[in-house]
């Protein structure tokens, strides 16, 4: 005698619709991704110098001196904020062919040393002929 069996199907993956939602989904994520430029960086290291003997005898300059904090002295005249470059400018007209070294704390940020070096370009006063001393603060 024979019963009649019912057929089961088979279970099934649908693979073919899923790899066509990983395409899509793939080509949308290559569309929308920015890529980014590889950018050139530049590494920047101060230089400290130490006290070379020389037999050399060098003249005598008058100094700019820049604390941590930011406060400018010129040959021992304190200089109010913002007016260095007429500071400068007075000090060149009063003493010509004098020459000038900057003194600057190690602790002085960047930003101000270029400020005294912009008011120095603004003065006349070419930065290449400033010789520049950092001080390491001794503590």
């Known amino acids: 005698m024979q019963f009649y069996r019912i057929q089961r199907k088979r279970a099934e993956v649908p693979i073919v619709p899923m790899i066509d939602i990983l395409f899509?989904?793939?080509?949308?994520?290559?569309?929308?991704?920015?890529?980014?430029?590889?950018?050139h960086t530049l590494r920047i290291d101060f230089p400290t110098v130490k006290e070379v003997p020389s037999e050399q005898m060098s003249d005598t300059r008058s100094v700019i001196a820049v604390d941590a904090l930011g406060n400018?002295?010129?040959?021992g005249v304190p200089v109010?904020?913002?007016?260095?470059?007429?500071?400068?400018?007075?000090?060149q007209n009063q003493n010509?062919?004098?020459?000038?070294?900057?003194?600057?704390?190690?602790?002085?940020?960047?930003?101000r040393l270029l400020q005294v070096w912009d008011a120095l370009?603004?003065?006349?006063i070419a930065i290449n002929e400033v010789p520049a001393r950092i001080k390491v603060a001794q503590d």
């Open 24 to 39: 899509v989904l793939l080509v949308f994520i290559i569309v929308s991704t920015t890529f980014k430029k590889k950018r």
């Open 72 to 75: 400018i002295i010129l040959d």
């Open 80 to 91: 109010p904020e913002g007016l260095l470059e007429a500071y400068l400018t007075a000090f």
């Open 96 to 111: 010509p062919g004098r020459k000038l070294e900057l003194e600057a704390d190690r602790r002085l940020p960047l930003e």
């Open 121 to 124: 370009t603004k003065a006349g």
